[in-house]
């Protein structure tokens, strides 16, 4: 079984569109998170959250709206998608607060908007 | 604000050739450094974490060290197969929640 799993693995979309992506962990974990890797492949958290609770929120386009139904799932909502958003975005989960535990990460979602 | 630089960006070494990654770090207290490998398509895997000066981990190949301003990440003997990305991470131990902050990576090739 994959302990964290994303949805779509590719994304390609044109500008303007909304899109989401959902994240899933069967690790039992309290904490999940949403990170974008860029084309340089730099790695920089997005948003956190504890047991369905908005923890971190960096500074991101309100454009990205992250939504916890449960504390096993994350999902991430993009409005009107920009070519900057283009990326991989990396859902991943811990058993503790942010960080400080291990993080374990999904395979990622390759996004490309045209 | 905290901040990792890795060194060096790319390395290529022979299969059997020795060396070592470098990940320096500034962070208003550590709370944790953590390396990752990541290969391409692929998600961070985690390897190791170290908490305090002087500790050191092991696994296979690999050993991680720390110092107050770096870790190094030595590669014994490396085989094909060790060719990924390698990322180190820091947490500090601000007030409130602090988030991992990631170094760019070093990318890794072993030619057999």
């Known amino acids: 079984d994959t302990a964290v799993s994303q949805t779509p693995k590719y994304l390609v979309t044109q500008m303007g569109n909304d899109k989401s992506i959902k994240c899933e962990q069967n690790?039992?974990?309290?904490?999940m998170y949403w990170y974008k890797q860029d084309s340089k492949k730099f790695l920089k958290i997005m948003f956190s959250?504890?047991?369905?609770?908005?923890?971190i929120n960096e500074t991101v386009p309100n454009r990205f709206s992250p939504k916890s139904p449960d504390k096993a799932h994350l999902n991430l909502h993009i409005n009107s998608l920009e070519l900057g958003d283009s990326a991989v975005y990396f859902c991943a989960s811990s058993q503790g607060g942010v960080g400080g535990d291990i993080q374990y990460f999904g395979a990622g979602t390759r996004l490309s908007v045209l | 604000e905290d901040q990792v630089t890795q060194s060096p960006e790319a390395l290529r070494l022979q299969e059997g050739e020795s060396s070592s990654l470098n990940c320096s770090y500034t962070?208003?207290?550590?709370?944790?450094l953590f390396w990752y490998r990541q290969d391409p398509g692929k998600g961070p895997e985690f390897l190791f974490t170290l908490y305090s000066a002087g500790e050191e981990k092991e696994k296979e190949r690999l050993k991680a060290t720390l110092t107050k301003k770096e870790s190094f990440l030595h590669i014994t003997a490396p085989k094909p197969e060790d060719s990924a990305t390698y990322l180190c991470a820091v947490q500090g131990s601000g007030s409130g929640n602090t988030p991992l902050v990631f170094g760019k990576g070093t990318r890794l090739s072993v030619i057999a």
């Open positions: 690790l039992g974990h309290d904490t």
């Open positions: 962070v208003s207290g550590l709370r944790g």
């Open positions: 959250y504890n047991n369905k609770e908005l923890i």
